[in-house]
């Protein structure tokens, strides 16, 4: 194997997920945001197959971002700012 291989890309797994309509995904009951993708359209994510969290969507591989609960509860604090 040449040294300077992408050992990653060989072990990269993919995967056919659905956007729902608050622009998110659900991949091992755990939800990622996927900001720029369609509400109800089908994105390509590829993740690690052992325990490495992170997922990347889309051709040009960008990393999901894990959906806080937390903050999304705190936006109704304040309403009127």
């Known amino acids: 194997m040449p040294p300077l291989c992408d050992i990653e890309s060989l072990f990269r797994m ?4 659905r956007v729902y ?25 590829y993740f690690m197959p052992w325990g490495d969290p992170t997922i990347y ?8 971002r ?3 609960r937390s903050d999304n509860a705190r936006r109704f604090d304040h309403p009127n700012r």
């Open 14 to 17: 993919e995967r056919r997920c």
């Open 21 to 45: 309509s608050d622009g998110t995904i659900q991949y091992k009951k755990k939800k990622y945001e996927v900001p720029g993708e369609q509400p109800n359209s089908r994105v390509t994510i």
């Open 57 to 64: 969507y889309g051709d040009e591989m960008r990393k999901a």
């Open 66 to 68: 894990p959906v806080d």
